[in-house]
């Protein structure tokens, strides 16, 4: 299969470069178009793909437009994945197929070049559809995350955190859409408990605020941006989503690889991957009450923790590794070729 992976930016830039090599350390010819972005373009290049990179700017742009079609001409591309709204609408017509892929609830308007359509969770699909858009061009092609059950933990002793301290770990942007501030209330609850957020954004003043107004210095930190994601979920007793609005994020499957207790809030993302008492536990959004009182039931409860984290990790293995993304990926594109 020849394909072009087209992404202009973005959070999805991880899973781009995961599904970019994925698919062709499996034999597929990819062609990774890129706006500028350092970061991904070595990490590409390391991985033997060294990836075009165009600037995607306004509706006068035509130098990416040329620059894409040249790409898709020259390579013979069967397939041209564009990976956000802003990728598509750059798409050029031609004996190519081309699919946007969706991994949020937003609506499609960019997407008037792609033929088919693509959503990264069974929510996103069923979001489309209900858009108007028919089913028989709807794909799923869900997100490949990395595998950290073989991580070793961050030390408690680096993390500040005692070392029979039970811990919950949130993971993210500081976003207001994230809910880090109901997670930070729910620990004010729980005095036992530590709490690490890790992660940057326009949030951090605010939550640093209301963690020195709740007298939460000792036991709750922001730890910045960090790229040991496994080692951090190794050393956490619970992740927690605490999201106000969001798709899957890929936090939660990260917990899942990890074999990491789940507890996440309602949202529509994690609703449609998150098996309530099964493999995680689910609470109302906002609300820091329930949130302690989960937390606080897995903590108290060996069973019910060595469960969730369990069959979290069966359902990585099963349907959310990158073997199994892999298979779920080429049987939905192979079905777009000739």
């Known amino acids: 299969m020849r394909i072009a992976q087209i992404i202009a930016g973005g959070g999805a830039s991880g899973v781009y470069e995961r599904m970019a090599l994925l698919l062709a350390h499996n034999g597929h010819q990819v062609f990774p178009i890129i706006s500028p972005d350092p970061g991904l373009e070595l990490r590409l290049r390391t991985g033997a793909l060294p990836p075009m990179m165009l600037e995607f700017g306004g509706m006068l742009d035509f130098a990416t437009l040329k620059g894409i079609r040249e790409v898709l001409q020259a390579r013979k591309a069967q397939i041209a994945l564009a990976w956000s709204g802003r990728a598509a609408s750059f798409l050029p017509r031609g004996p190519w197929v081309n699919v946007g892929r969706l991994d949020g609830y937003y609506g499609r308007n960019e997407f008037g070049h792609c033929a088919y359509l693509a959503g990264s969770t069974p929510g996103i699909v069923s979001h489309i559809v209900q858009s108007g858009f028919s089913p028989a061009k709807v794909l799923y092609l869900p997100d490949c995350v990395e595998d950290y059950i073989r991580d070793d933990p961050v030390g408690r002793a680096a993390l500040g955190v005692p070392e029979d301290a039970p811990l919950l770990l949130g993971l993210g942007g500081l976003e207001r859409s994230r809910g880090f501030d109901t997670l930070i209330r729910a620990a004010a609850r729980l005095p036992e408990v530590y709490c690490l957020i890790a992660g940057e954004g326009p949030e951090r003043a605010a939550l640093g605020r209301l963690i020195a107004q709740l007298g939460l210095e000792k036991r709750v930190r922001l730890l910045g941006a960090r790229r040991d994601t496994g080692a951090l979920l190794k050393a956490a007793d619970v992740f927690v989503c605490s999201a106000r609005q969001r798709p899957l994020g890929t ?17 529509e993302g994690a609703h449609g991957v ?9 609470v109302p959004v906002d609300d820091a009450e329930a949130l302690a009182a989960a937390a606080l039931r897995i903590f108290s409860d060996t069973r019910l923790r060595v469960k969730l984290a369990l069959v979290a990790r069966q359902r990585f293995v099963g349907e959310f590794s990158p073997q199994a993304v892999l298979g779920v990926w080429l049987e939905n594109l192979q079905k777009l070729l000739p």
């Not at 936090?251 to 949202?267: K, M, N």
Request: glycine share 8%.
């Open 251 to 267: 936090a939660v499957l990260e917990a899942f690889s990890a074999q990491t207790p789940v507890l996440a809030t309602d949202v």
């Open 274 to 282: 998150v098996r309530d008492g099964e493999d995680g536990l689910l």
